[in-house]
């Protein structure tokens, strides 16, 4: 039986690197994911990912890449717009639901509704790559 024990001993260590492997490996790849959803929504690497794939099918003189980029960046511009008006009316909905919502809680469920709010306004600004809106 002495024996056996080494063995219950390696197969424990073995275990436990593969468990940190696992946790390790998902943690690395929510980052990975996490940054690459960043880079998608942000319109200025929109912006950069269009010109160049036009200029590699299209093979674009230097002047019609000046002109393309001009017309990009007016559009990725009026995006913009386009986000942060949507971002103020969708938060005047949400503000009038939470409002709503606070008459009917407790104050250790209003206290706790209080950062659930500020959750969701990081994520939405930090997703979306816009400024707050000011108040």
Known sequence: ??????K?????VLLGIVLV?????????????ERALKRRHAPE?????????LQQHLKLTPEQAQKVQT???????????IRL????????????MIAQIEKELTPE?????QK????RMATTIDMLKVEPRKK
């Open 45 to 53: 690497m929109w912006n950069q990912t269009v010109m160049r794939v």
């Open 21 to 33: 492997s696992f946790v390790a490996g998902g943690f690395l790849g929510a980052k990975l994911t």
């Open 85 to 96: 008006d949507t971002i103020g009316r969708t938060d005047a909905v949400f503000e009038k």
């Open 8 to 12: 219950w001993k390696i197969t424990l």
């Open 71 to 81: 017309i990009i960046d007016n559009g990725v511009d009026e995006m913009k717009g």
């Open 1 to 6: 039986m002495a024996a056996m024990k080494p």
């Open 109 to 113: 469920q209003d206290a706790e509704l």
């Open 116 to 119: 659930l709010k500020q959750a």
